[in-house]
């Protein structure tokens, strides 16, 4: 019974340096969603993707790139990161993107770029 | 521009209860969502609100007036495990979660 799993659960990066940020989910859901969440502020979305093949910018999405090859998978890339990008960041899934569907959430990744 | 206002932080006492308001402003409105998530997790769904009114899941119970932009969230017979932040989302016209910052509520003996 995964859910969403996330990888790696965190991780100290130097300013300039690239990472990937890996998602999984085993529900079939249609729709996966990157967020940061910084203290004092909501979460914040980066990207979203609303089926495999598809993705879209959220409020916050310069400095990351996602994909969506598959239903299951969607990673996210700091091509070179920044020390503002540190944070914690969720990755979350939904069957659908309209209704009630609700979101579930990974266990998250914090992430320290120095 | 887009906004959602809770209170920062709250305390209540065991076995009490607390009301957590939430009021927004979005560009759209299809549905609201609240959000529990206790320190160092993630955020779990607790409850959703589209049409105006009270739903009640067990001790806690979500209140919508889209006319007034306002919600709260009611948590009765408060014990120990509460202790965490409650988040409010609005889903807007584009059907992207807007989130809140959280209340922080604090539960004492």
């Known amino acids: 019974t995964a859910g969403i799993t996330q990888a790696p659960t965190s991780q100290i990066l130097a300013a300039g340096r690239s990472m990937t940020l890996r998602c999984t989910q085993d529900?079939?859901?249609?729709?996966m969603y990157w967020y940061r969440q910084d203290l004092g502020l909501g979460l914040r979305l980066i990207h979203y993707?609303?089926?495999?093949?598809?993705?879209g910018k959220g409020e916050v999405p310069d400095g990351y790139s996602v994909s969506r090859a598959n239903t299951d998978d969607f990673p996210l890339t700091l091509a070179s990161a920044v020390p503002s990008q540190t944070s914690v960041y969720f990755c979350?899934?939904?069957?659908?993107?309209?209704?009630?569907?609700?979101?579930?959430f990974g266990p998250g990744t914090r992430l320290t770029v120095l | 521009g887009q906004n959602i206002d809770q209170p920062t932080e709250m305390t209540a006492t065991e076995g009490a209860i607390v009301q957590i308001n939430c009021t927004y402003q979005t560009s759209g409105f299809n549905g609201l969502f609240w959000y529990q998530q206790h320190a160092g997790e993630a955020p779990t769904f607790l409850s959703y609100n589209v049409l105006d009114g009270l739903e009640e899941k067990g001790r806690f119970s979500s209140f919508l007036s889209r006319s007034k932009g306002y919600s709260y969230l009611l948590l009765k017979e408060l014990q120990m495990k509460d202790s965490a932040s409650y988040l409010c989302?609005?889903?807007?016209?584009?059907?992207?979660?807007?989130w809140g910052a959280g209340t922080k509520l604090i539960i004492k003996p």
């Open positions: 989302a609005v889903r807007d016209s584009n059907y992207q979660l807007i």
């Open positions: 979350a899934s939904s069957a659908g993107s309209d209704g009630s569907s609700s979101q579930f």
């Open positions: 993707s609303n089926t495999a093949g598809t993705t």
């Open positions: 529900m079939r859901h249609n729709a």
